[in-house]
């Protein structure tokens, strides 16, 4: 029998509530979220050594969780270099290089597969509902360049697939599927995040704004698949 919140609704699974937030609040709150803690005792390992962070949390500074931070008790053991950060909405994330752990080493764990292609669609869902109020503000004749046809087919076409791929998560099917055989739900998420980059215009290339987001997504998708394992 499935257990009940207090209000009487089911508990939102994991990766509906990193979903959630990716799309609400932004990259590093998901990450947070899907990391598991503030400090996360073991850092998520990707096959290629390397992963993405969430650094300081705004609401929480008293919890540092920069990679290039002091140490203090509780915090990950592993070392790590800081290669990159990214000023995300919703906080900075940095790509970090993260040791490879050695035989039979427990303590550095990759992400869920299924909970990052969440995280992904939440990221992609929060660009769709951007670009919409972006192109609504921006007029076009007597209108605004949202109602025009041709845009509006295209945010339709983006909101299906989406929906789409929601419904194929939500029955399970990336459930327990290694890494390495997901990556073809990975390329139409990146496929989606571009289609909805080219909507927003020059607005889209902002390192700050949609076009770090996607390219956060993307990188997710690079850093934490195993590209040589899906050949």
Do not use: I
Not at 10 to 22: C, E, I, M, Y
Not at 68 to 81: I, L, N, T
């Amino acid at each position: 029998m499935t257990p009940l919140t207090a209000s009487g609704t089911p508990p939102a699974s994991p990766g509906l509530r990193v979903r959630d937030l990716a799309r609400t609040r932004g990259t590093a709150p998901a990450l947070r979220e899907l990391l598991g803690a503030p400090v996360p005792q073991a850092l998520p390992h990707a096959p290629h050594g390397f992963a993405l962070l969430p650094l300081n949390d705004p609401e929480r500074p008293e919890r540092p969780e920069d990679p290039d931070g002091p140490k203090r008790a509780g915090a990950p053991e592993h070392p790590v270099e800081a290669l990159r950060t990214y000023p995300l909405p919703g906080g900075p994330v940095a790509l970090v290089r993260v040791p490879r752990p050695g035989p039979g080493d427990r303590r550095a764990q990759p992400f869920d597969p299924s909970a990052l292609l969440w995280l992904r669609l939440g990221l992609a869902e929060g660009l769709l509902h951007s670009c919409v109020g972006h192109l609504g503000d921006r007029p076009s004749g007597d209108s605004t360049v949202l109602l025009q046809p041709l845009v509006k087919a295209q945010l339709a076409k983006a909101a299906a697939e989406q929906a789409e791929f929601a419904a194929w998560l939500g029955g399970g099917l990336a459930d327990g599927v290694p890494a390495s055989r997901l990556r073809r739900p990975h390329d139409r998420l990146t496929r989606n995040g571009r289609a909805l980059l080219r909507l927003f215009g020059a607005h889209g290339f902002m390192a700050e704004g949609p076009g770090g987001v996607a390219h956060v997504s993307e990188l997710l998708a690079d850093v934490h698949q195993d590209v040589e394992g899906a050949r």
